[in-house]
């Protein structure tokens, strides 16, 4: 390498060695790059800060990135590992073996997920889907230069956290396709968060490097922003430029996975009994009842008796995830069962007797009620009394950057707030279950309520809360937050009010004008619609007036009129109750 004065430079002079905590001034000194010339540079990456100010270690390789630096890996020795069941030091080396890793591809709908499965596995999939998307979780193990890898292929990440939240700790290793044209996009954020609420490590498929328009360090320098930072930028990431139409870079990436699983390494007992989770269950019109199976130790034989959940039966075949007929499968391998006597539930455990009475004495001795059921649900294993964890939802994208500063400044000596999602759009399903998986509270800001997030909610005991007014938001939750963070949804029931007549608002809309005759209707609420005596709707306020006036709430006595997102069928004399959902 040369300077401008055609000096030869020594490449080790672009390695820098920065301390995990530093100010802008100390990079200056460090690069020897003027403290103006650093300052705008962070102001690009959207860092306000002076010379004196400590920014975040990520930030700082990103700038020094951009001056033409590389940054040391930091010594650290908090490497993630993932949990394990048993305790290998009260076994000798003989008694352990190490399994193959469990990998999930996740990342932007159109990115290559399903392209790359594809070049793995060797078959073209898409081209015999609709639209080229996934259609049903499967699952399939190869072997690359002798070592085994077992692919979990899911529609996207939100199966990736329902099964999660489900208690199904399934994925080992989480796969991020980021395609390098495209770069960083709204479901590649979402997909970030659901890996990391699960704690799961990652690594990066930077697919899609043939195009013209490819940009790697644009995608890295995204990733950055991301909290995402790869091993050249002096993180722990590991990015692997592919292809998945030239195949370029695909042994790269398994050669990665295999390397990645070695350091977990992923051990288990040599002899034990079979057990796993079920990812999948079906009933095929001429075989019956089918169960895909994940073994997490021990082995599974044709022959076997399993119990997964409440069902059971004799193993009568095991196909692998090339419609292959196997006889046994190993710790870490998926399989389909054929033999159950009723289709078994996604996310389910299951475990392996040798004999029938093994089997059923088993069964016999899992009086677990509905309460004992709902209760492992939630990832128990990683509540952390002292995180309060969030997820945001706001009506503009213009909110969500403000509303996450606002909440994180909330105060407290024992309890740190942690956002494990933002996004704008309204509050829906996929987001309690994220919130299920993260035992986290959703928050809403000028924004809806799906009726199906209200449904999961209450099946799962989350908390959804939606504001339109800052302080009101962060007074709730800093009294919340005081409480008990486990505390259980409840409703409360604000006001009931009588629909007297219906209008039209534009060409889709239904305004219901209503008289309030008990109590309030309140903007932020929940309404349920009643008619004779049935709820035939519940779900968020999208408007609410009084006269020809925006209000935050109208009292008993007073007439009004609202719509509901959702619905447009109103009727004279429905009844509708405000009710919102607490914590009790």
Do not use: W
Not at 5 to 12: A, C, R
Not at 255 to 274: A, D, M, W
Not at 393 to 417: F, P, R
Not at 539 to 552: P, Q
Request: proline share 2%; hydrophobic share 40%.
């Amino acid at each position: 390498m040369v300077d401008n004065n055609n000096n030869l430079i020594d490449e080790q002079e672009k390695l820098l060695d920065l301390p995990i905590q530093l100010t802008a001034g100390d990079l200056s000194d460090i690069m020897e790059i003027p403290p103006s010339e650093v300052i705008k540079e962070l102001m690009r990456h959207g860092v306000m800060a002076n010379i004196n100010e400590i920014i975040e270690f990520e930030v700082a390789v990103l700038v020094a990135h951009e001056f033409g630096f590389k940054v040391l890996k930091p010594k650290s020795d908090s490497t993630k590992t993932l949990k394990s069941d048993f305790d290998p030091s009260n076994l000798n080396d003989d008694q352990i073996i190490l399994r193959s890793p469990v990998i999930t591809i996740l990342g932007h709908v159109d990115h290559g997920k399903t392209s790359i499965l594809d070049s793995i596995r060797g078959s073209k999939v898409a081209d015999s889907e609709h639209g080229g998307i996934t259609q049903s979780i499967g699952a399939y193990q190869i072997s690359h230069n002798n070592e085994k890898i077992t692919f979990v292929d899911t529609p996207g990440h939100e199966a990736f956290t329902a099964m999660r939240a489900r208690g199904a700790q399934i994925t080992d290793i989480a796969v991020l396709v980021v395609a390098a044209d495209d770069g960083v996009m709204r479901q590649t954020k979402e997909a970030i968060d659901h890996i990391k609420s699960a704690g799961t490590p990652m690594i990066v498929a930077i697919n899609k490097c043939d195009l013209d328009g490819a940009d790697i360090n644009k995608v890295k320098s995204q990733l950055v922003e991301n909290d995402i930072v790869p091993e050249d930028y002096g993180g722990e990431v590991m990015c692997v430029e592919t292809s998945a139409i030239t195949s370029k870079g695909i042994d790269d990436l398994l050669e990665s996975i295999i390397l990645l699983g070695q350091i977990l390494e992923l051990k288990v007992p040599r002899n034990s009994s079979g057990e796993g989770y079920v990812l999948e269950g079906t009933l095929d019109k001429t075989k019956g009842s089918l169960g895909t199976i994940l073994v997490k130790e021990g082995t599974v034989s044709v022959g076997d008796y399993i119990v997964a959940g409440e069902v059971s039966g004799k193993i009568k075949n095991l196909t692998d995830g090339f419609n292959r007929s196997v006889k046994n499968v190993a710790p870490g391998a998926p399989a389909q069962v054929l033999g159950m006597n009723a289709v078994p539930k996604a996310g389910d455990n299951f475990k392996i007797f040798k004999t029938d009475k093994e089997a059923k004495k088993f069964i016999k001795s899992l009086n677990i009620n509905k309460e004992q059921r709902k209760s492992v649900i939630r990832n128990n294993d990683e509540d952390d009394e002292s995180i309060f964890r969030i997820i945001i939802k706001c009506g503009t994208d213009g909110s969500v950057d403000a509303v996450k500063k606002v909440l994180e400044t909330i105060e407290n000596d024992d309890v740190n707030i942690e956002v494990t999602h933002s996004s704008s759009g309204s509050v829906n399903e996929n987001d309690v279950m994220l919130a299920t998986a993260a035992n986290a509270v959703v928050v809403g800001f000028q924004t809806v309520i799906e009726q199906g997030a209200i449904r999961q909610s209450r099946a799962n005991d989350i908390v959804i809360k939606n504001y339109d007014i800052v302080y009101e938001m962060v007074d709730e939750l800093t009294e919340m937050i005081l409480k008990n963070r486990k505390s259980q949804s409840s409703e409360n029931t604000l006001g009931f009010a009588e629909v007297l007549d219906t209008f039209s608002l534009g060409k889709t809309k239904i305004v219901g004008g209503f008289k309030v005759v008990e109590g309030l209707v309140k903007r932020n609420s929940l309404i349920k619609v009643i008619r004779n005596e049935k709820v035939i709707f519940q779900g968020s306020i999208s408007s609410l007036r009084h006269l020809k006036e925006n209000v935050r709430e109208i009292k008993s006595g007073m007439e009004g009129g609202l719509t509901l997102d959702g619905f447009n069928e109103f009727e004279v004399n429905d009844v509708l109750e405000c009710f919102e959902i607490v914590t009790s």
